[in-house]
Each structure stands twice: as C-alpha cells, then as structure tokens.
C-alpha cells in the first residue's frame, strides 16, 4: 500500500509540475483576437517577415469573423515586421493576398499594413471596405523552400479600423504608420524639426509603447544628430528598456566603434576593419549587386586622392558568398585602390552591429573611436567630411 502511494505521489507531481509548465508556457504567448465584419474568406494568418524569417501563424477561428492567433514570445521579442495574410502566393493566378486597414486621420485616408502587439491579449475590430489590387508588384515568396522575389499583383482586402482609445499597438500605429522615417503617406512638405517636435509629443503621449521603440530602433539612421536620439529616448517608460531594440538604440548613442574581424577579399585570412586608430578611418558598406554603390565609386576615389594621408577608407562587401567573386570583379574593373573585407560570414550579425539599414552606408570613425553615419552622396556632407578631417590632423599637428 504505501509502494501504491509512493507511485500515486509521484505521478500526481509529475502531473502538477506539467500542468504548471503548461500554464507557464501559456503565460509567455501573446493572443491576438481579430474581428474582420463581412470577412470574404475564411482563412486568416499572421506572417512575420522580420529579417526574411517568413513565419506563418494560422489563426483559429473563434466566431463567424473571427480569428485567435497565439504568437510565442521568442517571435514577439525579435520581429519588427507582421502583417496579416489570407493566402500565401497564388501561382496559378500569380497573386498573393493580405489584409489592409484604412484609417483617417486628420480628414485623410491612410493605408495601415505592418500590426504588432503590446499586451499579452490583443484585439483588433474592422469592417469590410472593398478589394484593391496593386499589379505588377513585388511579391516575396518561397518556391521548392528557396526564398524569391517575383514580379505579381498584390490582392489587399482592405478593411475600415474600428479604433478604441486605447494603448494598443494597433492604436498607436494607426496615429503615425510612418513614425521615425521623416516621412508621411502623402508626401507632404515638412520640416526635420516639426517631424521631430511630432515624434517627441508622440512618445510624450505613449512612453510604453513597442512599435515606438522598435521604430526609433529600426531609423536612428533618420535623424540628424545623437543629441536627437538621446532626447527621445529618455522619453520612454522603462517597460521596453530591456529588449533588443531599446539595446541597439543605446549602442548608437554611445558612438564608440566596436572593430570585428572579417575575411579578406582573397578569403585566406582575417582582418580587423580598423588597423590604424591614429588616422580618421571612413567604413564603406557596399556590393557588387548595388548600383548607387557602384556609382559612388568615382566620388569615393576624389575622397581617397584629397584625404589618403589623414584618412584610410575600407571596403565592407555584404555580398552573399556566391557573389564574391562578382564583388572581385567590380574592384578589378573599377581600379579600386583601398582594402575590401568580406562580410559574408554573418552578413546579418554585421549589418545589426553597425546600423546598416540600406547601402551604400558610410562610417566615419573618428581617432578616438567615436563614430557617425556620414551620406557622402550629399555634397554638404562631403564638405563636412574635408572639414573634419582636415581640422582635426590640423589641431593635432599643431599640438604635436
């Protein structure tokens, strides 16, 4: 008998302990419920598509319109991208289909695409608009699990947002889809210093806000200044403050460069990107599949000849390994005279550490190892770039 107790103590435990993990488990999922009135269709799906990771999450359906889909925290903590989708890439018909919100704000239609969530159950309420289709459109796609990119038209159902006032995700975005790119739906003329004056009030209004952060995150490379940044920033609650994002803010007001050892362009060693900490040291992020790339070519060639005593430039292909040896090609046809280092071994893990966001993308790093996006392309960014070069070697000959 007591063997028998033994045996009922342990599995009634084993029991308990599963049902807690369950409940655990659970607890770490986020919920969103979304209700589409008139939906003409009865599928629905959330697709993350942060960083090419193309997750699909099926909803459930729970009502006549409504669908539940549970979003595990490891996808919720590490995507910048969702949207919601009727069906993935049509080949027969060469469509794919999504679902697109209509809002109004300030007596003007805007187009909501990207979702998120905030809270660990979240909801979204719309009603049927209308169908649109966008042909000849890019539609990205997996075909025999290769990811593409095809030429297709894009089916969005549109529906009207039914808004609460709220704290939502959905809420927030709806006020400013475009937040941190200096930028609107409408292309309206305004001026850096009244997108920013709007971005503070908007953080002011919403500290605790994920799709804030995570914009400002995705766009330091937006603005104008550190200071910019900084003041921002301290604008939100600490809710955020220890994700991924809210670190990769912090990394970027710090300004320091951080070197990293890459391959060399004849793939038989490695390099540190900055050798020499006594010279201004100008990153250039490029590839061989890039034409504004290729076109800065002749500008970063006046840069070199005009500054090649005070400052080393250094080549950082992002180019996929397959594609190097188009990458060789461009530097032995263009003469290029300065270091290539090869980043394809973690293209990914490289392009996060240094903020590269589109190329090409340029690092001043400074002798002391402070450092700053620089757009060369513009020419007062250029004569700034003489400026401090050429001040600075100045200062420090003089002191010398």
């Known amino acids: 008998m007591k063997y028998f107790k033994t045996i009922i103590l342990i599995i009634t435990t084993i029991g308990c302990s599963i049902n807690i993990n369950a409940q655990q488990k659970t ?3 986020y919920k969103l419920l979304v209700t589409l009135e008139n939906a003409p269709f009865d599928t629905l799906y959330l697709f993350d598509y942060t960083d090419n990771r193309n997750i699909q999450l099926p909803g459930k359906k729970k009502g006549p319109f409504t669908w539940e889909i549970i979003i595990p925290d490891s996808i919720v903590n590490n995507s910048e991208n969702m949207i919601l989708k009727v069906r993935d890439y049509d080949p027969i018909n060469n469509t794919t289909t999504n679902i697109r919100f209509i809002t109004s704000q300030n007596k003007r239609i805007i187009p909501i695409a990207n979702i998120g969530v905030e809270d660990r159950v979240n909801y979204i309420h719309a ?22 990119s095809i030429m297709g038209d894009l089916i969005c159902e549109d529906f009207d947002l039914m808004l609460q006032n709220d704290n939502s995700d959905i809420t927030i975005r709806a006020k400013d889809p475009y937040f941190s790119w200096f930028n609107n739906y409408y292309n309206e003329k305004k001026s850096y210093e009244q997108y920013l004056t709007s971005y503070k009030s908007f953080v002011k209004t919403y500290p605790d806000s994920r799709y804030l952060i995570s914009g400002l995150a995705s766009n330091l490379n937006n603005y104008r200044s550190v200071e910019d940044i900084k003041i921002l920033y301290s604008l939100f609650s ?11 803010i912090e990394s970027f007001i710090s300004r320091k460069f951080e070197n990293s050892s890459l391959s060399t362009l004849d793939q038989k060693g490695h390099e540190e990107v900055i050798q020499d900490q006594s ?17 800065e070519i002749p ?14 430039i250094t080549y950082i292909s992002i180019d996929e390994q397959k594609n190097i040896p188009a990458f060789k090609k461009v530097i032995t046809e263009h003469n290029i005279a300065w270091r290539s280092l090869l980043a394809y071994e973690d293209n990914k893990k490289i392009k996060e550490k240094y903020f590269v966001n589109g190329i090409p993308h340029c690092i001043l790093v400074y002798p002391n190892g402070d450092m700053e996006s620089i757009e ?25």
């Not at 010279?279 to 590839?287: D, E, M």
């Open 27 to 29: 607890l770490k999922d």
């Open 127 to 148: 009603r049927y608009k209308e169908k649109t289709v966008f042909t000849g459109d890019i539609i990205s796609t997996k075909i025999n699990n290769k990811d593409t």
């Open 238 to 248: 600490e809710k955020h403050k220890h994700t991924q994002w809210a670190k990769k």
């Open 279 to 295: 010279k201004f040291n100008l990153i250039v992020f490029t590839a061989s599949w890039c034409a504004p790339c290729l076109e």
């Open 299 to 312: 500008l970063l060639k006046d840069i070199h000849n005009d500054l090649d005593q005070n400052l080393i």
């Open 376 to 400: 060369i392309r513009h020419p007062d960014k250029k004569t700034r770039l003489y400026k401090i070069v050429n001040n600075n070697m100045e200062l420090k000959y003089n002191n010398d």
